[in-house]
């Protein structure tokens, strides 16, 4: 006989657990299907792993630029050693402990749909069957994409999960990309003792999603660092004569390179392979489009739904969580008949927030320039040299920074708001509620930032624009 539960979620990462909390608070009972570690990419191999890991590095650059101090050689066994604390050894009883505290009932076995409403979860164990008498919300997160590169594949690269669980650092690192993990794991790797690190990008800089003075900035750090960055770049072949044995990089323009490890972070795609999408009307391999309450279109019924990477919207841990809350929401209050609560449309995802760890720190929330001249806004562009600023002359010598707003003229609101210096993560925030809230500039100059402080940049970002 079928188990039956009101909402079943596939997928135990940060999302997955959040829409289990919200649907139990609504009063609903959950099941949560996982395959690998509850707790999933973000507090396992992704973001929580690759901070503990990026961490030493930022602080090295920080000690580095206030004289009188001074930071030996980075001891790397002791930074893996806390990354592996960081995620509890790879152990998830404290996440199932948590699932059950809610309570959900954790499934352990691999997810797959089987018609509506309808989930079935194979495991060592055998086959069981559930059953939703509300929702199936699928949380599967993403995985990497591997460029077709002839030999690639076969040369068993990194993924992130290898990067971020990295047992001992390689001598010799080439990474393919120019995004926000290529660019994290070259500088955590390069500052943790890999000494020749290679960046082989086949765009024109860094960070493309960005303001361009972003990636700019990131590149000037990592070409002081050593890192050789290779912009326009394109790998056509790539060899591993024997397994754990040295990688060839070939090029299409100059001499091949020899690598200790190759990491891939070319992208990654919505986790929809064998999801079983096909049994409820869906396309197989691509992302599931949800409305602005994550319910799936193109499934009648509305039963289903999908939360973070799998549906495409945006690709971020936070964000991801933040659609779980209301998906978890509004399933109960459908299942009561009662009002939905509010939504915002995330879409393009220009209210969310990102920032890349690197040093110098890239911090952003809302609209570029380009994009929201492309969306149609009257804009204007106001920027400021943070290093200028007394609270970061203070924090120490050769402080580089800049800020950017992009202002819509007609409402006189912000639009976006990006950051580029040390330490500038802790910023974002303030620029989130900002452009979230749509502060109108005339009210957001009564916001007075405390002295010395890096946040003193905001007043002197309103007094750029002329207020």
Known sequence: MADEFDVIVIGAGPAGENVVDRAVRGGLTVAIVEADLAGGECSYWACVPSKALLRPVD???????????????IDASKVLAR?????????????????????GELVRGRGRLDGPKRVRVTSAEGERTLTARQAVVLATGSTPVIPPVPGLAEAAPWGSREATGVKEVPERLVVLGGGVVACEMAQAMHGLGARQTTLLVRGDGLLNRMEPFAGEMVMESFTEA?????????????????????VTVHLAEGPPLEADELLV????????????????????????DVDDSMRATGVSGGWLYAVGDINGRVLLTHMGKYQARIAGDVIAARARG?????????AGGYGSPQV??????????????????KAGFRVRVVDYDMGSVTGAYLLGDGYRGRAMAVVDEDRKVLLGVTFAAPGAAELLHAATIAVTAEVPLDRLW?????????SEVWLRLMEAYGL
């Open 59 to 73: 602080l090295a650059g920080e000690v580095g630029r206030v004289p009188g101090l001074s930071l030996g050689e």
């Open 83 to 103: 990354r592996d604390e960081a995620v509890s050894n790879y152990d998830d009883a404290g996440q199932a402990r948590w699932i059950d505290n809610v309570p």
């Open 446 to 454: 009564h916001a007075v930032p405390s002295f010395p402080t890096v």
């Open 338 to 346: 009662d009002e939905l609560p509010a939504m915002r449309d995330l």
């Open 226 to 246: 050593g890192i050789d960055v290779r912009t326009r770049t394109e790998t056509v072949r790539v060899e591993r004569s024997r397994p754990g044995g040295p």
């Open 356 to 373: 890349v760890f690197t040093d110098p720190q890239i911090c952003a929330v809302g609209h570029t320039e380009a994009t929201a001249r």
């Open 265 to 288: 972070a070319t992208g990654r795609r919505a986790a929809t392979h064998d999801l079983g999408l096909d049994t409820v009307g869906l396309p197989e391999n691509a992302p599931v």
